[in-house]
């Protein structure tokens, strides 16, 4: 019988423990980054992940998605039945059991952002679950003008790297966003990497480029 619900009534740990004795096609409807997730499922473990459609065959872009979804805690979710077979998995070691129990530990720290990447409030309406509320008290007054993980860092008396993984959660739900160059004139590019200074391109006056273009096409000397 197929399930429907959201996962704002419903927490995805709770889900797993319902669908792990059944086989079929999970569906998060724009539930991630405004994209559908399609997740099959064989008693509990991972075959194959879909986003609008085109697979993802990267575990650790996998357990992203996931953790996603679980940090999040809201969207609509739709389960389908079917017989699918353990044997087409792309991913033979993965479970949505484990999947859900891994931590932000085990997030890269290349997937982290940059210690002085700045991040600002996104200014979105997205609701904030229970598990990121002390998170999010604690940063969100130092957001409003933007502020960086080494600035947090201080400003909040926790290790930079934890500051990191708070950001990477806040971000994952969301509720905040790269700062762009533009709005503090800080130099920092909108990738999570670090600063680098703005190379200055000095383009010629229009008239000498148009009066150079007509030398070109009339054959006359330069001047």
């Known amino acids: 019988m197929a399930l429907f619900g959201d996962l704002k009534d419903h ?19 724009q539930a991630y980054q405004n994209r559908t997730v399609e997740l099959n499922l064989s008693r509990g473990q991972v075959l194959s992940l879909y986003l609008d459609g085109f697979p993802v065959f990267d575990q650790i872009q996998v357990r992203h998605i996931i953790q996603h979804l679980r940090t999040q805690g809201q969207g ?7 017989p699918l077979s353990a044997k087409a ?4 070691d993965l479970t949505l059991a484990d999947l859900l129990q891994a931590s932000d530990q085990a997030v890269l720290p290349s997937q ?6 700045r991040f600002m ?8 679950p229970a598990a990121a509320a ?6 969100k007054p130092h957001l409003e003008s933007g502020a960086s993980s080494a600035e947090l860092s201080v400003q909040v008396g926790r290790p930079e790297d934890e500051v990191q993984r708070m ?8 509720l905040v966003t790269p700062q762009r160059a533009g709005l503090r004139g800080t130099g920092h590019r909108h990738a999570d990497a670090p600063m680098i200074p703005n190379e200055p391109f000095v383009s ?16 006359a000397p330069k001047t």
């Open 11 to 29: 927490a995805l740990t709770d889900l797993a423990k319902v669908l792990k004795p059944q086989s079929g096609t999970l569906f998060f409807h």
């Open 76 to 82: 609509a979710f739709e389960f389908q039945p079917q």
């Open 89 to 92: 998995s792309g991913f033979h």
């Open 112 to 117: 982290l952002p940059h210690p002085d990447t």
């Open 121 to 128: 409030l996104s200014g979105s309406s997205v609701t904030v």
């Open 134 to 139: 002390e998170i999010w008290a604690l940063l």
């Open 167 to 174: 950001l990477y959660r806040l971000r994952a739900l969301e």
């Open 204 to 219: 010629p006056p229009l008239v000498h480029r148009f009066l150079s273009a007509l030398r070109r096409l009339t054959g």
